[in-house]
């Protein structure tokens, strides 16, 4: 149940995420450049997000307890790439819990095998 929850809060409820991947990743792939002035706006949505997040994983390892399941999986993607975006890169730092737990999931060699890939 609770790999259920977190699969529809990602699904549902990640729109500070994916408004900023969308915006400063999609678009110019698109040709169409990101719009730099809706930087702080974005910001100050993810932080407020990230500590959600960071409050569950005061508590637990990862999002679903202690064993890493589809719903740490679900959050991969979009988050490595909105950490690669100029201005976002660092926007786990002031959330430790995120961190610690986005450096466990992200290291991990089948993760690892993934970003290698071209496409993503």
Do not use: M
């Not at 730099?36 to 959600?52: A, D, G, H, V």
């Not at 890493?68 to 950490?83: K, M």
Request: proline residues 6%.
């Amino acid at each position: 149940a609770l790999v259920e929850q977190w699969l529809s809060i990602n699904q549902s409820n990640n729109t500070p995420v994916t408004d900023v991947v969308i915006e400063f990743v999609f678009k110019p792939r698109r040709g169409i450049p990101g719009d730099s002035n809706k930087i702080p706006e974005y910001q100050e949505k993810l932080k407020t997000y990230l500590s959600i997040l960071d409050s569950q994983l005061a508590s637990t390892t990862y999002l679903a307890g202690e064993d890493f399941t589809l719903a740490d999986i679900s959050f991969l993607a979009y988050n490595h790439l909105l950490l690669t975006i100029p201005g976002f890169e660092k926007s786990f730092e002031e959330h430790s819990h995120v961190q610690r737990w986005w450096n466990a999931i992200s290291q991990r060699p089948s993760w690892q095998k993934a970003i290698s890939s071209p496409q993503l």
